[in-house]
């Protein structure tokens, strides 16, 4: 089981482009007033897998990701939030992990805050069986804006094996919440899953947000 208490000798052959980051508006290059980033279908979940340091949702659906079409493979949930915001962690990081045909890796991280308990993640703790990966079969919901704002740039894995030129999106206005309840429950069931944030090393880091 991965050690999230020693992870500084995590084996990484790669060093200069890690994830996550921390984010800051100053310094990120605005790129325009929303990321591009559409659902084209409804994700559904049909495998849930306890790996010991998270819960892992298998699952299908496509989606549009500036102008590219990329496949919904996975989604799985950080606590605290891996990326943080000025220096600060939310509570709750979710990974929606996407591929295209020739194997790009396109990471969607929508930073929760704790709000009204979400059906879904509800149906995701409901579920949940410990040590077992068993068949789900659940729809997920509108998790995301019409207009996603937050942060675009190069990055990693964030697990071993820590591999490099994953492109990540990070949604700091999701509609999702998590109730302190769901939160409490996926504290209990999991040690904290977060790396530490990595160097920028000069990356360029976008930011698509409204203008002030
Ligand atoms: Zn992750």
Same mark, same amino acid.
């Given at each position: 089981?991965?050690?999230?208490?020693?992870?500084?000798?995590?084996? =990484?052959?790669? $060093?200069?482009?890690?994830?996550?980051?921390? /984010?800051?508006? &100053? !310094?990120?290059?605005? @790129?325009?007033?929303?990321?591009?980033?559409?659902?084209?279908?409804?994700?559904?979940?049909?495998?849930?897998?306890?790996?010991?340091?998270?819960?892992?949702?298998?699952?299908?659906?496509?989606?549009?990701?500036?102008?590219?079409?990329?496949?919904?493979?996975?989604?799985?949930?950080?606590?605290?939030?891996?990326?943080?915001?000025?220096?600060?962690?939310?509570?709750?990081?979710?990974?929606?992990?996407?591929? =295209?045909?020739? $194997?790009?890796?396109?990471?969607?991280?929508? /930073?929760?805050? &704790? !709000?009204?308990?979400? @059906?879904?993640?509800?149906?995701?703790?409901?579920?949940?069986?410990?040590?077992?990966?068993?068949?789900?079969?659940?729809?997920?919901?509108?998790?995301?804006?019409?207009?996603?704002?937050?942060?675009?740039?190069?990055?990693?894995?964030?697990?071993?094996?820590?591999?490099?030129?994953?492109?990540?999106?990070?949604?700091?206005?999701?509609?999702?919440?998590?109730?302190?309840?769901?939160?409490?429950?996926?504290?209990?069931?999991?040690?904290?899953?977060?790396?530490?944030?990595?160097?920028?090393?000069?990356?360029?880091?976008?930011?698509?947000?409204?203008?002030?």
């Amino acid at each position: 089981m991965l050690n999230y208490t020693t992870q500084s000798r995590w084996p =990484n052959g790669f $060093g200069s482009q890690q994830s996550p980051i921390d /984010l800051k508006n &100053v !310094g990120a290059v605005h @790129a325009g007033t929303a990321l591009d980033f559409e659902m084209r279908n409804a994700y559904g979940l049909t495998s849930e897998i306890d790996d010991q340091t998270t819960i892992r949702d298998l699952g299908d659906g496509a989606a549009t990701i500036f102008g590219r079409q990329f496949a919904f493979v996975q989604v799985h949930f950080h606590a605290p939030a891996e990326h943080l915001l000025a220096g600060q962690a939310k509570p709750f990081e979710i990974h929606l992990v996407h591929q =295209n045909s020739i $194997g790009q890796l396109v990471v969607v991280a929508l /930073l929760v805050d &704790v !709000g009204e308990t979400d @059906a879904t993640l509800q149906q995701i703790i409901d579920q949940f069986e410990p040590g077992q990966t068993q068949p789900v079969h659940i729809q997920l919901g509108k998790w995301v804006a019409e207009q996603p704002i937050g942060f675009h740039y190069l990055g990693s894995l964030t697990t071993p094996p820590l591999t490099e030129g994953v492109e990540w999106l990070v949604i700091t206005n999701p509609t999702v919440t998590i109730s302190s309840r769901q939160l409490a429950w996926f504290k209990a069931h999991f040690q904290p899953n977060n790396r530490q944030v990595q160097p920028l090393n000069n990356r360029r880091v976008e930011i698509y947000t409204k203008q002030e």
